[in-house]
Structures are given as structure tokens and as C-alpha cells.
């Protein structure tokens, strides 16, 4: 008996120590946080932040594209001499530029039908965000009020506890007087024994459901971590027979970000279709070009070694007489040429080399391999699995609606018989003990009773916890939000 009262007390003194180690945790900011802490809603997130990328990446295809290409070399061997577009076997430095730019001119609202589709594609990944958001609101509110019944069961049976313990204080004396058999005293120590083990139990499970809750808050286990406790009669519960499922379901239609998900879906695929059959025919652009080139070798003609002559072809006529032409022969002079001299003449050969270019390309599709078309027919599949998304989603949101409002109306009823089964085992109860105490109803006998009332009040808990989360779901589809 003693070693049970002091794991109890070590318990309790272990969750008294880790509850002041940290603030409370209420609803609203239990929700928040998941909100902006788990996993799956930042998954969601960043699957919006790439939609939005990829948005404002259609819209910048707008701007005509501008590049700049700078090539910067050395040639040896036979290579062409960039200043004089003539064939040499002198080595060389050389160096071209080029400034390009290109812009549609007209592609049937293809580009326009691509950023309305992404436009579309991104609020829908933005609704995905707050379906994530909200599912995970609904988990954690779920848990939340299963983590309030594990502790208000766990102080139901510290009550239960303590009432045996105190009659059980009451009979030992009537024992020791002589007034009751020892045998009284023995059944009051198993009651104990049993109501020690069922309060550590619960409070066991009590830590249990808050590690749950803290797993659905992304947070370390071993985060110092408590709950704040309002009474569960003060949550703030709509009147369930102000509720009427057809309103629900109307309510939840234009306010569900997954219904709004679906439809911008649906207008995404109509969009992308659109922009897919204008690629099969021409589009026109315009298209713009700047270059330059420099080119200098690293040895440079210096003269020419004469060694003698030879006639040619050629020939001057004197009367009658054709007189031959004669050329010099020898060998040409080069020089090397250093580091500073071979960027001689750059901005000028660059001002003489300069070049602009300038027009309109078209672009028409003849046969590529069947793959704009069947882009074409993919998309056409694609706004009918979306509607087919949009029927689905809405037949099941109709059934969920309507499923939660008949759980919510029999977990009312439900709570209600719970409560005449309270009043009724209190009842019971309050006669049981008067005859115990006179001595004519056996120890037996008023610990079922004592039992049934416990049992009773923690079927009532688990009744009326399961009503207002009921109920939350209803709000949760009317729009309200999760909210405590």
C-alpha cells in the first residue's frame, strides 16, 4: 500500500515539475502552431511556392529575351583570320561578341492561355495549403479533446481514490473497535489497491495522448509541454438542432478550399488545352542581332627577303610584241609580337567589324513525331479527369457532411442518456452509502455501487468530449473554422 502511494506521488510531483517548465498550451495556439510547423502543411507550401516560380516565370516570357555571348581564344594552325575572313597558318588571338535578342509577335494566345493556366495552378496549390491546414487543424483539435478526457478521467479516478481511501480510513477504526469484521477492511484494501493501479494507468495514458499531440505539432518529445484545461462545459458548442445538413453541405461548397481546389483545377486544364492547340500552328517572331570581332597574330610581317625574280602569266603588249611580267621571289619577314602590341587596334577593329542583323522568323509545325498532338489530347483528358475530381470530391464531401451531422446528433443523444445515468448512479450511490454506513449493505455491495458511479461519470466525459468534437467537424464544414 505504501510503495503504491509513493509511485503516485512521484508521479505527480514528475507532471506537477513539467508543467511549470513551460507555458500552456491552448487550442488556438496548439492549431497555429501545427499550422505553421508540420510537415505535411510546409509540403504543401513549398509545392505552392514552386506554382508561384513557375507563374512568374510564363509571365516573364513576355519580355523579349536578350543574351550576350563573348567568345575569347587562341588558334593554331590553319584557322581563319577573323579581321581579314582569309585562311592563314599563322597562330592567333581572337575574340567575337554577340548581343542577341528574340520576341513573339503572335502564337494564337498560346503564351497568354500558359500564364492564365499557371495563374490558375497556383491559387489551386494555395488551396491545397489551406486543406492541408485545416486537416491538420481537425487532428489536432481530435486530439486535443481526447488529450482533456484522459485527464479528466485520470482526476475521476483520483476522486474515486480518494473516497476509497477515506472510507476505507472510516472502517479500520469500526474494525479496530470491534463494530465491522476485519473482513470489511480487507475488501476497502483491494478497492485501493485497484483504484491506485486504474489512477496510474490514466495518468499514464494522459502522457501518452500528449506525446500524440506534440507528434502532430512537430515538436521534440521532449519538449517541456502542458495543456491548458477549460471546463469542457464552457467550449462553445453550436445547438444541434439549429444545424440542417443540406445548409452544412450548401455552406461547405463555398467554403471548402478543396471544392475550390478542384474548380481552379478544372479552369487550369481548360487553360492549358488552349495554350496546346495553339502550338499546332505558326507563330511569328521577331528576332534582332549586334556582333563585333577582333582578332590579332602573334607574329606580324616585318618585310621581304628578295632572292631573285620569275615571269608570270601575265603580260604587257608593246606593238607587236607581248613583253612578260615578272614577280619578286623570296621570303616574307615575321616578327613576334608582345603581350601589350597584340591588343593593338582592338577599338578599331571592333568599330570596323561591327555588324547588326534584324528580322521576322516563322515557325510552322509540319510533323514532329504526333507530339503536339498528343500533348493536344492529353490535355482534353485532362479537363475530364478534373471534373471527374469535382464530382468525386463533391459526392464525398455531401456524405461526410451528412455522416458528421448524424454522428453529432447521436453523440447528443447519446451524452444525454450519459447524464440521466450520472444523476441516476449518483442517486444509487448517496442511498448505498447511508446503509453502509448503518451496517446493513456489505462492503461488496457499496464498492459496485461506488464503481458504477465512477463508471457513469467517465462514460459521461467520453460521451460529451465525442458530441462537441462532433460538432466542431460540423463547424469546421460551415466555415467557423476549428475554434474552443
Avoid at 508543467?19 to 505552392?48: F, H, T
Avoid at 491545397?128 to 479533446?145: E, H, S
Avoid at 469500526?174 to 485501493?192: F, H, I, K, R
Avoid at 549586334?290 to 621581304?304: E, I, M, Y
Amino acid at each position: 500500500m505504501r510503495i503504491i502511494t509513493n509511485a503516485l506521488l512521484l508521479l505527480c510531483f514528475a507532471l506537477s515539475v513539467a508543467a511549470q517548465e513551460g507555458p500552456k498550451w491552448d487550442l488556438r495556439r496548439c492549431v497555429e502552431y501545427a499550422m505553421a510547423n508540420n510537415v505535411s502543411v510546409k509540403d504543401a507550401d513549398i509545392n505552392a511556392r514552386v506554382s508561384a516560380i513557375i507563374l512568374k516565370q510564363s509571365q516573364l516570357q513576355q519580355i523579349p529575351s536578350l543574351g550576350f555571348n563573348l567568345n575569347h581564344g587562341l588558334a593554331f594552325g590553319r584557322s581563319l583570320d577573323r579581321t581579314t575572313n582569309v585562311y592563314t597558318d599563322r597562330s592567333q588571338m581572337f575574340e567575337s561578341m554577340v548581343l542577341q535578342s528574340n520576341v513573339n509577335i503572335f502564337n494564337w494566345s498560346s503564351q497568354k492561355n500558359t500564364i492564365s493556366a499557371n495563374k490558375y495552378g497556383y491559387e489551386a496549390d494555395k488551396a491545397a495549403v489551406d486543406k492541408a491546414k485545416n486537416d491538420i487543424g481537425l487532428l489536432v483539435a481530435r486530439q486535443y479533446l481526447i488529450t482533456l478526457l484522459s485527464l479528466e478521467t485520470s482526476e475521476v479516478n483520483q476522486v474515486q481514490l480518494n473516497t476509497t481511501q477515506l472510507q476505507l480510513q472510516n472502517t479500520r477504526k469500526l474494525v479496530d473497535a470491534g463494530s465491522l469484521p476485519e473482513l470489511n477492511a480487507a475488501e476497502l484494501e483491494a478497492q485501493v489497491a485497484r483504484d491506485s493501479a486504474t489512477l496510474i494507468q490514466s495518468l499514464a495514458q494522459f502522457e501518452i495522448e500528449k506525446l500524440t499531440l506534440k507528434g502532430l505539432l512537430n515538436l521534440p518529445a521532449d519538449t517541456p509541454f502542458d495543456i491548458d484545461t477549460p471546463p469542457v462545459e464552457s467550449i462553445p458548442v453550436d445547438n444541434i438542432l439549429e444545424q440542417s445538413p443540406s445548409v452544412v453541405y450548401a455552406l461547405a461548397l463555398k467554403t471548402q478550399p478543396q471544392v475550390k481546389g478542384n474548380n481552379l483545377r478544372l479552369m487550369a486544364s481548360e487553360k492549358n488545352y488552349k495554350a496546346n492547340k495553339g502550338r499546332l500552328y505558326p507563330t511569328i517572331s521577331a528576332f534582332g542581332q549586334l556582333n563585333s570581332q577582333f582578332g590579332s597574330p602573334f607574329k606580324q610581317l616585318t618585310g621581304f627577303n628578295r632572292t631573285g625574280e620569275r615571269p608570270t602569266e601575265a603580260f604587257v603588249k608593246n606593238g607587236a610584241t607581248n613583253l612578260p611580267v615578272y614577280t619578286p621571289t623570296g621570303n616574307l619577314v615575321f616578327e613576334g609580337v608582345g603581350l601589350g602590341a597584340i591588343w593593338n587596334g582592338y577599338g578599331s577593329q571592333l568599330k570596323d567589324n561591327f555588324g547588326q542583323t534584324v528580322g521576322i522568323g516563322i515557325n510552322v509545325p509540319i510533323f514532329n513525331g504526333w507530339q503536339a498532338r498528343s500533348t493536344v489530347e492529353r490535355s482534353k483528358l485532362d479537363i475530364e479527369r478534373s471534373k471527374l475530381a469535382i464530382t468525386r470530391d463533391t459526392l464525398q464531401l455531401k456524405q461526410d457532411v451528412y455522416n458528421a451531422y448524424q454522428q453529432a446528433y447521436g453523440s447528443f443523444q447519446t451524452f444525454v442518456a450519459r447524464e440521466k445515468q450520472v444523476r441516476t448512479a449518483e442517486r444509487t450511490y448517496e442511498l448505498a452509502n447511508k446503509r453502509y454506513e448503518v451496517g446493513v449493505m456489505q462492503t461488496i455491495e457499496w464498492l459496485q455501487n461506488q464503481n458504477n458511479l465512477t463508471r457513469a461519470r467517465i462514460d459521461k466525459l467520453i460521451a460529451q468530449y465525442d458530441y462537441v468534437f462532433k460538432m466542431k467537424v460540423l463547424e469546421f464544414y460551415k466555415g467557423q473554422g476549428v475554434r474552443l
